[in-house]
């Protein structure tokens, strides 16, 4: 029996499901009102499914909106397939989501990011001097915003 608490992969999973409860009514009923959403998502993970074209164009990670055009949203236990238009071409992606890495609303300002940690992490091959990873809360700030600056763009010109 592990000696602590997983709370960051606990926290991860639950975020997760959000994540799938929201695709899975918008599967169902379509995207309500203004939502629409922007899932950024790691392309080399071994389960993401895209084509050869668009993982060598973004090696790392790539952004997808969901707004108002896409097709064939389904929705399982472990990601979401949609097809996508790129430049004016449908492609299908299967997208797992361990390896989706930030989900926004911006019509309600709702996001969600996850923390890179190895989902596969076991707290029992932990020497007693080692730590479990955290998932970092980030805290509100006390600072007041500051006002925004106005540029002129006629000292640009010439």
């Known amino acids: 029996m592990s000696q602590k608490i997983d709370y960051g992969n606990l926290m991860h999973d639950a975020m997760r499901g959000l994540i799938q409860k929201v695709l899975t009514r918008v599967a169902k009923d379509g995207l309500p009102g203004k939502h629409h959403f ?3 998502f790691d392309t080399m993970h071994p389960d ?3 084509a050869d074209w668009l993982s060598d164009r973004y090696p790392g990670e790539m952004t997808v909106v969901l707004e108002h055009w896409f097709e064939n949203l389904t929705v399982n236990d472990d990601g979401f ?3 996508l238009s790129f430049g004016d071409n449908p492609e ?4 797992p989501y361990d390896a989706i890495r930030t989900f926004v609303d911006p019509s309600v300002e709702f ?8 989902d596969d ?5 932990l020497d007693d001097e080692e730590e479990a990873p955290m998932v970092e809360m980030a805290e509100p700030e006390d ?5 925004a600056e106005v540029v002129s763009l006629d000292k640009f010109r010439k």
Do not use: H, S
């Open 92 to 95: 299908p992606i299967y997208v």
């Open 143 to 147: 600072e007041p915003r500051k006002e």
């Open 121 to 125: 992490f076991d707290d029992d091959d």
């Open 48 to 50: 993401v499914e895209l």
């Open 81 to 83: 397939a949609v097809t």
């Open 38 to 40: 922007f899932i950024t």
């Open 111 to 118: 996001g969600l990011r996850f923390e890179t940690q190895d």
